[in-house]
């Protein structure tokens, strides 16, 4: 139940054991689950510490509150006195229970595969990306739900990335989404008046996403769409762009990495039970709890731009900076993308059910971004839209072509994107979390780089073509776009 | 020492109860729907009247006249003039509805116990079968919901029964429909009403540019059908034709199955063929398929208990034999589950459907008393049984706000206002017709939407448009739900339109289709919450959207 309350407040559960069970506990006869509330328990002291979920704008006290508490449950390891594991349930984002209960609560492929999100989430810092140690296998978890093979027919290897700045991709894709329904709506409104076909390109913050076609009646045409669903909502997160929201995101990977549940989609509601994975701890996660960490990473501050003291390093990031236009790398690494809104609405509003949105709560809250200290530093245009730094389009291309192919390496297709199609990785923070590539094997900037194919030939060539100097300079740029946490 | 023994007591029933707050599994924990009737603001006014000949019958039909796939409505009257309403209704808005003057005669229009939509000359716009009592109407739709008579133009005679229901198939290799008309007691037979029922009429098209039913063939014997369901019942590509008859007035009568064969006249499953013999007051077949397995499961309504049908897997292959589930589903609704009126119910119309849109397929019942049945309860409402995750049903018509004290007939169950969530019409007898408008579930601030959904639309090209007769299968994840698109059943009621399934918290589905011929579509990828047209041929699918409001 969601409590409703002008300003944003939500109250902490009381740690006070009453007097009755001290007193038991005195007497040698509580049970040992009375024990947990010590405060030397095995078990996360976050989880459940926000008891309701928030609503209205909250201030920056309350956001820094909440987003602490995010950040201790995202660093906490989860036990088994908090309901990590999951011994009856498969890692897949739909609730499916699994044929046979796995005996291992960790299990490196098929997950769960980590006793927190920090880690894997901490190169250079909490919340940041990973080393190639910390890879994880994608697979939709409903058949071969228990692999334990490598083998790509099974899972796509995925490398850790970094959350930072995440909270501005989220609302950038927020609004970049409602742009391209609002170019379906128009298609649809000038062919009914019309009464013939129209045909409109879809594009949204300059980024192109192919064109749709409107008939008369009401129907569209998705043929021609490019890099999007075909719903227009825009999923900005995980290697392929297929996932809506940190908030889905954190609910999918609290389940697959951790066996922790969350009640909003793996609760009675939708599975008829309250401890659907069958670990014997029903209401894992609760709605707060999620609120809380969707806060934190919501509000990590975006990587920098920050030039190193060494000699020739300003020069030469100088250059390489103009290069990176030169060769057509912005096309698609874009430098920025303008933002109109720094409130960051939470449940959101794409979200289906599965996940709380918008429409599933008497109040959301709104996290107001713009109140971090770090998000004053953000350059604005003459608009005064916040300029989103991302180095990015949160877009899908294909990233093989019969020549280069380093890129296509997976078996299987994710969530309707086929195999070689991934999203723009954001360069922000590049510098700060190697190794590369979807797969987290590329050592160098120089081999992603020319391991482009498909949309990124053309560039990758004109990289490939360069002088070593201008590679040089090119490497030097990328390389001031760190994260600072 | 006394004051140990007591934390003691103390400690022992604090266990206790810790033990028993720790069971995880709940009764029924999904959404119920809740339903509120707004058919007098929707601008929805009829009544089914009428003398003993409408005790039966009060049903509608729900279809799209007039281009914008909102559903329109026809309405039987009994007595009273059946009566046509253009949905105005805003996308996710209060229902509106405007009453159409088709420009028909009343004296075609009165009589009507329920109809049917079926495009029967392949253009794209829906016809409709009135079942009358006496001549039946054939009414050619046209655009801007024109409709004309199309008796003549058909070939059809309508005849002179008390025709009560109807269903439709595309037999192979026509290029029109195959219509199975189910007729009631013959009024002018010596010893009527016992014993005197009419035999039933199959009106298959002869060869021609043009529907031409002039030839047609009765099924006999005719033991007075309330429902007829062409259904493939076996897998075999080829549905048969199943009745479900009253048995108050049929003498030696029982529930049949005919089989189709092309070119052949049918024949009736007998018990050596495994169909065994049951006596039921049949009022209205519903067909589902719980376990996507391709051998559908059937509601037969009745008086007393409501039949659950699933094939015996120890009988045998392609034989027809049948096991009542309904007790172990939870789906007998044989009582009134509120009122207390302790006597046994009269079932009419049965659909099955998602409700709640938690993937779990959900049973409507319309009940009412025949008129003034002593034997059977007054005050009997219908039922929403909602399918729960342990796979049985619950009753929540009480909840969900269904629970009138009216004699409900015939129902349509579809989404009148574009919003994903299902609504209910029901016909009721001498009392207006229901019109409940679907909020989602409530909460203490309001109403929250329910689970996803995907609404199927799909155009078979020239001959059959609709895809009468095909099979509609999504997945998602390890789920399959399947949709078979048939025209009958029900009682006297039919629809065309969408078909929904809900999809629960799942975010996208895989969508493949068995045409009318058997031929099995490639898989379109869909996304939730959207209205899907596949046409045949086409590698996507697109999608449609009702005007925004």
Request: proline letters at 6%; a negative charge; glycine letters at 10%.
């Given at each position: 139940?969601?409590?409703?309350?002008?300003?944003?407040?939500w109250?902490?559960?009381?740690?006070?054991?009453?007097?009755?069970l001290?007193?038991l506990?005195?007497?040698g006869?509580?049970?040992p689950?009375?024990?947990?509330?010590?405060?030397?328990?095995?078990?996360?002291?976050?989880?459940?510490?926000?008891?309701?979920?928030?609503?209205?704008?909250?201030?920056?006290?309350?956001?820094?509150?909440?987003?602490a508490?995010?950040e201790?449950?995202?660093?906490?390891?989860f036990?088994?006195?908090d309901g990590?594991?999951?011994p009856?349930?498969?890692q897949?984002i739909?609730?499916t229970?699994?044929?046979?209960?796995?005996e291992?609560?960790?299990?490196?492929?098929?997950g769960?595969?980590?006793g927190?999100?920090?880690?894997?989430?901490?190169?250079?810092?909490?919340?940041g990306?990973?080393?190639?140690?910390?890879?994880?296998?994608?697979?939709?978890?409903?058949?071969?739900?228990?692999?334990?093979?490598?083998?790509?027919?099974?899972?796509?290897?995925?490398?850790?990335?970094?959350?930072?700045?995440?909270?501005?991709?989220?609302?950038l894709?927020?609004?970049?989404?409602?742009?391209?329904?609002?170019?379906?709506s128009?298609?649809?409104?000038?062919?009914?008046a019309?009464g013939?076909?129209v045909r409109?390109?879809?594009?949204?913050?300059?980024?192109e996403?192919?064109?749709?076609?409107?008939?008369?009646?009401?129907?569209?045409?998705l043929?021609?769409l490019?890099g999007v669903d075909?719903?227009l909502?825009?999923?900005?997160?995980?290697?392929?762009?297929?996932?809506?929201?940190?908030r889905?995101?954190?609910?999918?990977?609290?389940n697959?990495?951790h066996?922790?549940?969350?009640?909003e989609?793996?609760?009675?509601?939708?599975?008829?039970?309250?401890?659907?994975?069958?670990d014997?701890?029903?209401a894992?996660?609760?709605?707060?709890?999620?609120?809380?960490?969707?806060?934190w990473?919501?509000?990590?501050?975006?990587p920098?731009?920050?030039?190193?003291q060494?000699?020739?390093?300003?020069?030469?990031?100088a250059r390489g900076?103009a290069?990176?236009t030169?060769?057509g790398?912005?096309?698609c690494h874009?430098?920025?993308?303008p933002l109109?809104?720094?409130?960051?609405?939470?449940?959101?509003?794409?979200?289906?059910?599965g996940t709380l949105?918008?429409?599933?709560?008497?109040?959301?809250?709104?996290?107001?971004?713009?109140?971090?200290?770090?998000?004053?530093?953000?350059?604005?245009?003459?608009?005064?839209?916040?300029?989103?730094?991302?180095?990015?389009?949160?877009?899908?291309?294909?990233?093989?072509d019969?020549?280069?192919?380093?890129l296509g390496?997976?078996?299987?297709s994710?969530?309707?994107?086929?195999?070689?199609?991934?999203?723009?990785?954001?360069?922000?923070?590049?510098?700060?979390?190697?190794p590369?590539?979807?797969?987290?094997?590329?050592?160098?900037l120089?081999?992603?780089?020319?391991?482009?194919?498909?949309?990124?030939r053309?560039?990758?060539?004109?990289y490939?073509?360069?002088?070593d100097?201008?590679?040089?300079?090119?490497?030097?740029?990328?390389?001031?776009?760190v994260?600072?946490? | 020492?006394?004051k140990?023994r007591?934390?003691?007591?103390?400690?022992?029933?604090?266990?206790?109860?810790?033990g028993?707050?720790?069971?995880?599994?709940?009764?029924?924990t999904?959404?119920?729907?809740?339903?509120?009737e707004?058919?007098a603001?929707?601008?929805?006014t009829?009544s089914y009247?009428?003398?003993w000949?409408?005790?039966?019958?009060?049903g509608?039909?729900?279809?799209?006249?007039?281009?914008?796939r909102r559903?329109?409505l026809?309405?039987?009257?009994?007595?009273g003039?059946a009566?046509?309403?253009?949905?105005?209704s805003?996308t996710?808005g209060?229902l509106?509805?405007?009453?159409?003057?088709t420009?028909?005669k009343?004296?075609?229009?009165t009589?009507?116990?329920?109809?049917?939509?079926?495009?029967?000359?392949?253009?794209?716009?829906?016809d409709?079968?009135?079942?009358?009592?006496?001549?039946n109407?054939?009414l050619?739709?046209?655009?801007?919901?024109?409709?004309?008579?199309?008796?003549?133009?058909f070939?059809i005679?309508?005849?002179?029964?008390?025709s009560?229901?109807?269903?439709?198939?595309?037999?192979?290799?026509?290029?029109?429909?195959t219509?199975a008309?189910?007729?009631?007691?013959?009024r002018?037979a010596?010893?009527?009403?016992?014993?005197?029922?009419?035999?039933?009429?199959?009106?298959?098209?002869?060869?021609?540019?043009?529907?031409?039913?002039?030839d047609?063939?009765?099924?006999?014997?005719?033991?007075?059908?309330?429902?007829?369901?062409?259904?493939?019942?076996?897998?075999?590509?080829?549905?048969?034709?199943r009745?479900?008859?009253?048995?108050?007035y049929?003498?030696?009568?029982?529930?049949?199955?005919?089989?189709?064969?092309?070119?052949?006249?049918?024949?009736?499953y007998?018990?050596?063929?495994?169909?065994?013999?049951?006596?039921?007051?049949g009022m209205g077949?519903a067909?589902?398929?719980?376990?996507?397995?391709?051998?559908?499961?059937?509601?037969?309504t009745s008086m007393g208990?409501?039949?659950l049908?699933?094939?015996?897997?120890?009988?045998?292959?392609?034989?027809?034999?049948?096991r009542?589930?309904?007790?172990?589903?939870?789906?007998t609704?044989?009582?009134?589950?509120?009122?207390?009126d302790?006597?046994?119910?009269?079932g009419?119309?049965?659909?099955?459907?998602d409700?709640?849109?938690?993937?779990?397929?959900?049973?409507?019942i319309?009940?009412?008393?025949?008129?003034?049945?002593?034997?059977?309860?007054?005050?009997?409402?219908?039922n929403?049984?909602?399918?729960?995750?342990?796979?049985?049903?619950?009753?929540?018509?009480?909840?969900?706000?269904?629970?009138?004290?009216?004699?409900g007939?015939?129902a349509?169950?579809?989404?009148?206002?574009?919003?994903?969530?299902?609504?209910?019409?029901?016909?009721?007898?001498?009392?207006?017709?229901?019109l409940?408008?679907?909020?989602?579930?409530?909460?203490?601030?309001?109403?929250?939407?329910?689970g996803?959904?995907?609404?199927?639309?799909?155009?078979?090209?020239k001959?059959?448009?609709?895809?009468?007769?095909?099979?509609?299968?999504?997945r998602?994840?390890?789920?399959?739900?399947?949709?078979?698109?048939?025209?009958?059943?029900?009682?006297?009621?039919?629809?065309?339109?969408?078909v929904?399934?809900?999809?629960?918290?799942?975010?996208?589905?895989?969508?493949?289709?068995?045409?009318?011929?058997?031929?099995?579509s490639?898989?379109?990828?869909?996304?939730?919450n959207?209205?899907v047209?596949?046409?045949?041929?086409e590698?996507?699918?697109?999608?449609?959207?009702?005007?925004a409001?």
């Amino acid at each position: 139940m969601t409590f409703s309350a002008p300003g944003g407040r939500w109250r902490y559960r009381p740690g006070i054991v009453p007097a009755l069970l001290r007193g038991l506990l005195l007497a040698g006869l509580a049970a040992p689950a009375l024990a947990d509330d010590a405060p030397w328990a095995e078990r996360t002291q976050a989880l459940g510490a926000i008891t309701e979920m928030p609503t209205g704008v909250l201030s920056k006290d309350e956001l820094e509150t909440l987003a602490a508490t995010g950040e201790q449950l995202f660093g906490a390891h989860f036990t088994t006195l908090d309901g990590v594991g999951r011994p009856q349930a498969t890692q897949a984002i739909d609730p499916t229970r699994r044929k046979h209960p796995r005996e291992q609560v960790f299990f490196r492929t098929a997950g769960p595969d980590a006793g927190s999100c920090a880690a894997c989430h901490n190169q250079p810092a909490i919340g940041g990306a990973g080393d190639f140690v910390t890879n994880v296998f994608a697979s939709e978890g409903f058949e071969s739900a228990d692999f334990d093979s490598l083998d790509p027919q099974f899972s796509s290897e995925r490398g850790t990335n970094h959350i930072f700045g995440a909270g501005l991709i989220e609302l950038l894709a927020r609004e970049m989404s409602l742009e391209l329904q609002m170019v379906r709506s128009q298609a649809l409104s000038q062919a009914r008046a019309t009464g013939s076909a129209v045909r409109l390109p879809l594009e949204a913050k300059g980024v192109e996403f192919g064109y749709i076609s409107a008939e008369p009646d009401g129907s569209v045409n998705l043929d021609e769409l490019d890099g999007v669903d075909t719903d227009l909502v825009i999923r900005p997160f995980s290697q392929k762009g297929v996932m809506t929201s940190l908030r889905q995101f954190t609910i999918n990977a609290l389940n697959q990495h951790h066996g922790m549940q969350a009640g909003e989609r793996f609760g009675a509601r939708w599975t008829g039970s309250d401890d659907f994975d069958g670990d014997g701890k029903s209401a894992e996660i609760s709605a707060a709890d999620v609120s809380a960490l969707v806060a934190w990473q919501a509000t990590l501050p975006t990587p920098v731009q920050k030039i190193p003291q060494a000699d020739g390093w300003a020069e030469a990031a100088a250059r390489g900076e103009a290069k990176f236009t030169d060769f057509g790398c912005t096309v698609c690494h874009r430098p920025a993308l303008p933002l109109e809104n720094l409130a960051f609405a939470d449940p959101g509003p794409f979200d289906l059910a599965g996940t709380l949105n918008e429409q599933q709560v008497a109040a959301k809250a709104v996290y107001d971004i713009g109140l971090m200290d770090w998000a004053r530093e953000l350059p604005r245009d003459d608009q005064g839209r916040v300029l989103v730094p991302l180095f990015g389009d949160l877009k899908r291309h294909a990233m093989t072509d019969n020549q280069i192919d380093a890129l296509g390496n997976e078996l299987m297709s994710q969530r309707f994107v086929d195999r070689n199609i991934f999203q723009t990785a954001e360069l922000w923070g590049v510098g700060s979390t190697q190794p590369y590539g979807h797969r987290n094997d590329f050592s160098s900037l120089d081999a992603i780089i020319l391991a482009h194919g498909g949309n990124g030939r053309q560039a990758r060539d004109a990289y490939a073509a360069a002088s070593d100097a201008e590679k040089s300079a090119l490497i030097a740029f990328l390389k001031t776009l760190v994260i600072v946490p | 020492m006394t004051k140990l023994r007591s934390l003691a007591a103390f400690g022992a029933l604090w266990l206790s109860a810790l033990g028993q707050c720790a069971s995880a599994q709940t009764a029924f924990t999904a959404d119920t729907p809740i339903f509120k009737e707004e058919a007098a603001s929707a601008g929805i006014t009829q009544s089914y009247t009428g003398g003993w000949e409408f005790f039966v019958g009060g049903g509608a039909a729900s279809f799209d006249c007039n281009g914008d796939r909102r559903p329109d409505l026809l309405i039987a009257g009994g007595a009273g003039p059946a009566k046509f309403f253009v949905n105005e209704s805003p996308t996710g808005g209060e229902l509106a509805f405007r009453p159409l003057d088709t420009g028909l005669k009343e004296k075609d229009l009165t009589g009507v116990l329920g109809a049917y939509p079926l495009d029967i000359d392949n253009d794209r716009h829906m016809d409709l079968v009135l079942l009358r009592l006496g001549r039946n109407l054939v009414l050619k739709g046209g655009p801007d919901c024109r409709f004309e008579k199309a008796n003549r133009s058909f070939a059809i005679d309508g005849g002179r029964a008390w025709s009560t229901g109807m269903s439709a198939t595309w037999e192979k290799g026509n290029r029109f429909p195959t219509i199975a008309i189910g007729n009631y007691v013959d009024r002018s037979a010596p010893g009527t009403p016992f014993g005197t029922c009419e035999p039933n009429q199959l009106l298959r098209p002869r060869s021609g540019e043009t529907p031409d039913y002039s030839d047609p063939m009765t099924l006999e014997p005719g033991y007075c059908a309330l429902s007829l369901l062409f259904t493939d019942w076996n897998r075999t590509g080829q549905p048969d034709l199943r009745i479900t008859n009253d048995r108050q007035y049929y003498r030696g009568g029982e529930e049949q199955l005919w089989q189709m064969s092309q070119g052949r006249p049918p024949r009736l499953y007998t018990a050596s063929q495994g169909w065994q013999r049951l006596t039921v007051w049949g009022m209205g077949i519903a067909e589902t398929d719980f376990d996507a397995d391709g051998l559908p499961e059937y509601a037969l309504t009745s008086m007393g208990d409501t039949k659950l049908q699933k094939l015996d897997e120890e009988a045998g292959e392609d034989r027809p034999t049948y096991r009542d589930i309904a007790f172990e589903k939870g789906a007998t609704a044989h009582r009134p589950y509120t009122g207390g009126d302790p006597k046994p119910s009269t079932g009419w119309h049965s659909e099955f459907a998602d409700f709640n849109n938690d993937t779990k397929t959900d049973l409507f019942i319309a009940k009412g008393n025949v008129q003034a049945m002593p034997d059977f309860a007054s005050y009997d409402p219908d039922n929403l049984l909602l399918g729960g995750y342990d796979d049985i049903f619950h009753e929540k018509g009480m909840e969900a706000g269904i629970a009138l004290d009216t004699r409900g007939r015939g129902a349509v169950v579809e989404d009148f206002n574009m919003d994903g969530m299902l609504d209910l019409l029901v016909v009721n007898r001498e009392h207006p017709a229901s019109l409940f408008r679907n909020l989602g579930a409530a909460t203490d601030w309001g109403y929250r939407p329910l689970g996803n959904w995907i609404k199927i639309e799909l155009d078979n090209g020239k001959i059959n448009p609709a895809a009468v007769g095909s099979l509609i299968s999504v997945r998602t994840g390890t789920r399959t739900q399947t949709r078979r698109i048939q025209i009958g059943g029900g009682h006297a009621s039919g629809r065309a339109g969408f078909v929904h399934v809900g999809l629960g918290v799942s975010e996208r589905a895989t969508i493949r289709v068995q045409w009318p011929d058997g031929e099995w579509s490639h898989p379109y990828r869909v996304f939730a919450n959207q209205h899907v047209r596949i046409i045949r041929g086409e590698a996507n699918a697109r999608y449609w959207y009702p005007v925004a409001q």
